[in-house]
């Protein structure tokens, strides 16, 4: 199972969300709860997928790829910054739909496009 045990950095949601969502999230993950362990399931129906985690240093980096009609599990931290999309998408950039491990999405499926997926909770 692909882990991510990269430290955490609330600049990293400012850099690619924005600022109120760092207050979002500094007010909806507990001060001792950055970090803690996250585990998931990425699916995807009709094409293949690729789950980036960003790391200490806001660099996205490729955690697991699922083909088409599976899904794989994953590990991360509450607060660390994610993307899933197509694998034809390619490495996230400037302005795109990231979004952080937090409290208020586990056990929440996340849908994307029409094929792909991610529920994840925290341990």
Same mark, same amino acid.
């Given at each position: 199972?692909?882990?991510?045990?990269?430290?955490l950095?609330?600049?990293?949601?400012?850099?690619?969300?924005?600022?109120?969502?760092?207050? +979002?999230?500094?007010?909806?993950? /507990?001060a001792?709860?950055?970090g803690d &362990?996250? =585990?998931?399931?990425?699916?995807? $129906?009709?094409?293949?997928?690729?789950?980036?985690? +960003?790391?200490?240093?806001?660099? /996205?980096?490729?955690?697991?790829?699922? &083909?088409? =009609?599976?899904s794989?599990?994953? $590990?991360?931290?509450?607060?660390?910054?994610w993307?899933?999309?197509?694998?034809?998408a390619?490495?996230?950039?400037e302005?795109?739909?990231?979004r952080?491990?937090?409290?208020?999405?586990?056990?929440?499926?996340?849908?994307f496009?029409?094929a792909?997926?991610?529920?994840?909770?925290?341990?």
């Amino acid at each position: 199972m692909p882990e991510s045990q990269a430290p955490l950095d609330p600049a990293c949601i400012a850099k690619t969300k924005g600022q109120d969502a760092v207050a +979002f999230f500094q007010r909806d993950i /507990p001060a001792d709860g950055w970090g803690d &362990p996250v =585990r998931g399931t990425a699916s995807t $129906t009709s094409e293949p997928y690729v789950l980036w985690l +960003f790391d200490a240093d806001c660099e /996205p980096h490729k955690a697991i790829v699922v &083909p088409p =009609r599976t899904s794989r599990t994953f $590990t991360a931290q509450v607060g660390q910054v994610w993307y899933y999309a197509e694998a034809s998408a390619g490495q996230p950039g400037e302005g795109c739909a990231c979004r952080v491990f937090s409290p208020s999405n586990s056990g929440t499926a996340q849908r994307f496009s029409d094929a792909g997926s991610i529920t994840y909770h925290l341990d």
